[in-house]
């Protein structure tokens, strides 16, 4: 059992969790979850969840637009 004074760290986001970190709506997040495009675990029925490592992957994969030369 976890003292009261020990913090747990949270592996996963919540998808509402989540759209705020990345400054999305719900909406938009669930549906890119839908897509496959958020990585999600799906913990039963009704719930999902982000890993937060999963989610740095594919924000560190994301490739950054290139800036025009002169």
């Known amino acids: 059992m976890i003292a009261n ?4 760290e949270k592996l996963t986001y919540t998808v509402e969790e989540c759209a ?4 999305i709506s719900r909406a938009t997040a669930y549906a890119l979850a839908k897509e496959g495009r958020l990585p999600v ?3 039963s029925e009704r719930r999902l969840v ?3 490592a999963a ?3 594919m924000l560190d994969s994301a ?3 290139q ?3 002169a």
């Open 5 to 8: 004074s020990e913090r747990v």
């Open 20 to 23: 705020a970190v990345l400054g």
């Open 41 to 43: 675990i799906r913990i």
């Open 50 to 52: 982000v890993p937060k």
């Open 55 to 57: 989610l740095q992957r």
């Open 63 to 65: 490739s950054l637009p």
């Open 67 to 69: 800036e025009p030369r």
